[in-house]
């Protein structure tokens, strides 16, 4: 099988490289090894663009919607668009939802989550309303339970009502392997529908790697380091890539974040690489994307994670970041109020405090940074019935910014 000679592979890398635990470098298999690729970016960044990114954040002006949130980690809205209006929620890392209403009513509330863990990047991590809703007020939340020696990624689902926030919550889907580290959890969720993998009530979410477990995203037994499928009852999604493991979807992942479903159905992610190799991927199901086999980035003490640029079996991102931005979320923009980000991701980050646009020019993605007024690292962004941006900044006093286009 093409996946047992993959296997083989990475198992003689890490024999030769040391980058696994050396109970997975036992019986190994022996295989010639190919040499690595040049250690260079291999989707550089374009810096010729229009003149409108250019000048996007001169032609732009911003509005504090809601403030004083304490480390939010995830963005939300419900348009409607009959009555051209929005509603804005927020969840917080320790449990707190709060809902913005159109005439700038803010409500909050408690969300009952069993073992919510909330230590280093660990809490509530994102918040998923379906195409359904209101018809179904069913939604999803995605968190880490657990305990400092033992916890993991779950997900859950609720009922919405805007008076009275998200109840009748119950389990959908835990991660298997527990671990005891506080981070590289993911949590990202996503509703299939519109891509060629829909079914009824299909959904991705994304795993990290653990930090210290990261040779788990190599292993198909493992759900450290994916991304998962799963349908609102816990099952996993018809058609297994991995008859084995069903719930995998794709592999070979770190920190995985953004996940959002293009025009045409495709899939992007984001992920965080270590020091540099920040990149985005284009998702097919059952592909390995390489990590940590393959890496543009280094380990944070400045040593080297592998040799490997490239590796055949395993595929290469769209978009290199390096140095790092680190990646936190993602939308594809296909709104008017912006014509010059129609049919644009729009990345925000962390380490680089700023909005990110990449769209594709010349058969290659080209990354623009558009927007760094705000000097503040960004966690979530979305977009209002109108198409003006909502960005969610991160930290302990926190606030929701509508991006406008500036009125002469």
């Known amino acids: 099988m093409k996946l047992d000679r993959t296997v ?6 890490a024999f030769a490289c040391g980058a696994f635990m050396p109970v997975l470098a036992t019986n190994l298999v022996s295989e010639t ?3 690595p690729a040049p250690n260079s970016e291999q989707h550089p960044l374009e810096r010729d663009v229009s003149a409108s990114l ?6 732009v002006e911003t509005k504090n919607l809601v403030t004083s949130l304490a480390f939010p980690k995830a963005l939300a809205t419900v348009i409607d668009k009959v009555n051209a209006t929005t509603h804005i929620l927020i969840v917080t890392r320790d449990g707190e939802l709060v809902i913005l209403d159109n005439s700038g009513g803010v409500s909050r509330f408690s969300l009952a989550l069993d073992h919510l863990y909330t230590e280093g990047q660990g809490g509530v991590l994102d918040i998923l309303i379906p195409s359904q809703f209101p018809a179904s007020r069913t939604v999803l939340l995605s968190y880490s339970k657990g305990s400092k020696d033992a916890n993991r990624l779950a997900v859950v689902k609720g009922e919405l009502s805007f008076s009275s926030g998200i109840t009748n919550i119950q389990p959908v889907f835990e991660v298997v392997q527990t671990k005891d580290t506080p981070v590289h959890y993911g949590g990202k969720l996503l509703q299939l529908e519109g891509t060629d993998l829909s079914q009824e009530q299909g959904f991705l ?3 990290g790697d653990g930090f210290d477990y990261r040779e788990q995203a190599q292993v198909v037994s ?3 380091g994916k991304v998962l499928g799963f ?10 890539s991995f ?5 995998i979807f794709t592999l070979g992942h770190r920190n995985p974040q953004g996940l959002v479903v293009g025009a045409q159905g495709q899939i992007f992610l984001h992920e965080h690489g270590p020091d540099g190799g920040d990149e985005i991927n284009l998702l097919q199901k059952g592909a390995n994307y390489g990590w940590p086999v393959v890496t543009l980035g280094k380990d944070y003490s400045g040593a080297r994670i592998s040799p490997f640029s490239t590796y055949p079996d395993m ?15 993602m939308i594809y923009y296909s709104h008017e109020q912006y014509p010059m980000l129609t049919d644009t991701l729009l990345v925000t980050s962390l380490k680089a405090k700023a909005l990110y646009a990449l769209n594709k020019a010349q058969n290659k993605y080209v990354s623009t940074k558009i927007f760094d007024a705000l000097e503040i690292r960004l966690r979530d962004i979305e977009v209002d019935d109108k198409g003006n941006l909502l960005l969610l900044t991160d930290g302990e006093n926190a606030k929701v910014v509508k991006i406008s286009p500036k009125q002469n």
């Open 222 to 224: 493992s759900h450290l």
């Open 54 to 59: 250019k000048n996007f954040d001169s032609n």
């Open 315 to 329: 595929t290469d991102p769209i978009v290199d970041w390096t140095p790092s931005i680190a990646p936190s979320s």
């Open 205 to 207: 979410v994304t795993t």
């Open 33 to 35: 090894i190919i040499d």
């Open 231 to 240: 349908t609102l009852s816990g099952e996993p999604l018809m058609n297994p």
């Open 8 to 13: 083989k592979k990475i198992l003689v890398f």
């Open 243 to 247: 008859p084995e493991s069903p719930y």
